[in-house]
Structures are given as C-alpha cells and as structure tokens.
C-alpha cells in the first residue's frame, strides 16, 4: 500500500491518496476540495481511481466528493447513514466555513460497524466510532498497520464535541472499545495534522490516554 496525504481546504484536511500496489488501484479518502490538486495528484501516481472513501460528513472532508464522483465516475462509499444531516447541509457548510464548491451527494454505499471496503486488493475495515458525528467511520487494516481516523483522534488530541450530535462520552468510547484493540504498533491519518500510532497516543495523549482513563470502565 502506498498512501499519499495531500492536506486540502482552508482547515488543512489531510485527503489520503491510497495506492494497491499489487494492482495499481486507488482511492481518495476525505477529498474535502481543491479537486484539480487532487487529480493532479492522482495523475502523477499512474494508479486508476477505483472509488471515493468518506469518515464523515463535515464539509472540510467531503466537500469535493460530488465534484470528483462526477468528474470520475467512481463510486462513493461512506460514511455511515447517521450523518445524512450533515451532507444535506454541505451548500450551507460551504458558505459558513469558506470551503467553495460544496453540494450534498448521496453515497453508493452507506456503511455500518463491520462491514470492509476494498481498494484493489486492500480490504480496509470498517469501524462506526460515533462521538464527533454520529455517523463517522474509521477505515483500518490491523494486519498493514494502517487506519485513516478522520476527526476521531489526533496525535495528542480528539476529535471536537461541540457540534450537532456530538458527544464526548460516546467520543471516549469509540477511541477505546474500537481503535485501541487494533494494536499499539497501528499507525493513523488523523483529520488534520501529522500521523502518529495508537501506542503513542495511550501513552501520552492527555485525552484518552491510559494514564488520562486509569479506573474507568468501558466494558459493554
């Protein structure tokens, strides 16, 4: 696999190019804008666009899906149905969060907690991780090492909850039952800013990790 992070929008976005090397098939995670870059950036790689892959429904992520779904012809999986509301209101998005271009789309594909997307030979797990949306996904191949988290986590910070259905108890969850079983050796794409691994965030990020959690149960 061969992942080329191209941060996009005004909110610096990182958009993952994800490259099957075994049979030169591509996706776009999180094409939150600046289209042309992006298909640039395609072009150079020489891989074939085989589908657009989305965690969720902010206008920073998605904002370019409907552009390169019809500039491309490619299918649209993701996120899950919960953040419907979300992209219904990407022309609304648009204007408030200068993110230019902007319009709902309907994916191909809704997902749910433990269905897989495939990206040539690559299958990418998919995990619902609720707490910033209520519909976001996470996408992630323990045995590569490998997960693009969207706005769930950071290297050394989460997700906001402060916006429409957003809930920090539930945020907490989703980090510690869904990604933190994944493996500490798990290298992420976070949203915005640089990557890091689920080893290094248990052991130091002041939000959720192990020291920052002593004694409280997340047991279903």
């Known amino acids: ?13 990182n958009c993952s190019l994800v490259v ?10 999180d094409p939150g804008g600046e ?27 998605c904002g370019g899906v409907a552009e390169l779904a019809r500039r491309t012809g490619v299918p649209v999986e993701g996120p899950h149905r919960d953040d419907a509301f979300w992209i219904e209101q990407l022309a609304r998005q648009s204007a408030m969060f200068g993110v230019p271009g902007a319009v709902p789309f309907t994916p191909d594909r ?14 990418l797990d998919v995990l619902h991780c609720p707490g910033h949306t209520p519909g ?7 045995g590569l090492g490998i997960a ?19 809930d920090h108890a539930t945020l907490i969850r989703s980090i510690v039952t869904r990604l933190w079983p ?12 640089p990557t890091s691994t689920f080893g290094a ?15 409280q149960d997340f047991a279903a």
């Not at 696999?1 to 005004?10: E, F, N």
């Not at 976001?136 to 323990?142: K, P």
Request: glycine share 12%.
């Open 110 to 123: 809704w997902l749910v907690h433990g269905d897989r997307v495939h990206v040539g030979a690559i299958a």
């Open 20 to 29: 099957c090397e075994s049979t030169n098939r591509a996706a776009f995670v």
């Open 201 to 215: 965030e248990r052991a130091g990020n002041p939000f959720v990790g192990d020291g920052a959690l002593a004694g």
């Open 35 to 61: 289209v042309d870059r992006l298909l640039a950036a395609l072009a150079e790689s020489g891989a074939a666009l085989e589908k657009i892959l989305v965690t969720h429904g902010h206008v920073d992520h």
């Open 182 to 193: 994944l493996g500490d050796d798990v290298r992420f794409v976070p949203g915005h800013g």
């Open 136 to 142: 976001h996904v996470v996408f992630a191949n323990a």
């Open 148 to 166: 693009f988290v969207g706005d769930v986590l950071f290297a050394g910070s989460i997700g906001r909850t402060d916006f429409p259905r957003g």
């Open 1 to 13: 696999m061969k992942i080329s992070i191209l941060p996009v929008t005004p909110f610096q976005q």
